[in-house]
């Protein structure tokens, strides 16, 4: 079965300082989702790359997945508080597509 | 829109008792899932279903049963609570294929 692997776990950085998220898979990725993730609430969806080599931003946050889809990065510019939370990537898997999996998440902590 | 809600937000359980979260969806998707989120361990895949009338297992089933009665609601029932099953559960839809999910605002559940 399809497995995501996130790195780092967890990551404690000062504002302003930019900062790397890496997500890889087992397997080709089809269909690749970052959300993010506040503590006790709900996921909310930031970006989803389907094609080898895309590159999408939103505000200062900035995602690619590389050229054989098995691995993407999320990439925060010039870091907030307001970035803080959890960073999950997720990945349309299995039979048809059908099944949608998540890695185990990296926590970010902004330090004013 | 309400997007996706679950119900109830908390619920404490003895063991051994049961119960069924509700998941409802007012966006007209296709797919339904059910996650458990532990600490440490990401959101794992508990049941999902494809379309009305059709559920598969996911990394976690064991414990629970699910059920899509229609295409709008996707239940998960607990027929004896466990401390093991202690999590938060959250609800998600999406439209089959690469398109972004939506989740519920999370069930925190106690089993005591």
């Known amino acids: 079965s399809q497995e995501l692997e996130q790195s780092p776990q967890s990551l404690i950085v000062q504002e302003g300082k930019n900062l790397t998220i890496n997500c890889t898979s087992s397997?080709?990725?089809?269909?690749l989702y970052w959300y993010k993730q506040k503590y006790g609430e709900g996921l909310i969806f930031l970006m989803m790359?389907?094609?080898?080599?895309e590159e999408k931003s939103h505000e200062k946050i900035t995602a690619k997945l590389d050229e054989k889809k098995q691995q993407s990065s999320l990439h925060i510019t010039a870091s907030q508080p307001s970035h803080a939370g959890i960073y999950l990537c997720?990945?349309?898997?299995?039979?048809?597509?059908?099944?949608?999996?998540f890695g185990k998440g990296t926590k970010l902590s902004v330090k004013p | 829109n309400a997007g996706v809600t679950q119900t109830p937000k908390f619920q404490v359980l003895k063991t051994g008792q049961s119960m069924t979260l509700q998941c409802a969806q007012d966006?007209?998707?296709?797919?339904m899932y059910w996650y458990r989120q532990d600490p440490g361990m990401g959101l794992r895949l508990i049941y999902y279903?494809?379309?009305?009338?059709?559920?598969d297992k996911g990394e976690v089933p064991n414990g629970y049963n699910v059920s899509r009665l229609n295409k709008r609601e996707f239940s998960l029932r607990l027929e004896s609570a466990a401390p093991s099953q202690t999590s938060v559960y959250f609800c998600?839809?999406?439209?089959?294929?690469?398109?972004?999910?939506?989740f519920g605002q999370g069930t925190r559940l106690t089993v005591v």
């Open positions: 966006m007209n998707h296709n797919s």
């Open positions: 997720g990945a349309d898997s299995g039979r048809s597509q059908g099944n949608l999996i």
């Open positions: 790359l389907q094609k080898g080599g």
């Open positions: 998600a839809s999406k439209l089959t294929g690469k398109a972004e999910a939506f």
């Open positions: 397997k080709t990725l089809y269909g």
């Open positions: 279903s494809a379309s009305e009338g059709t559920t």
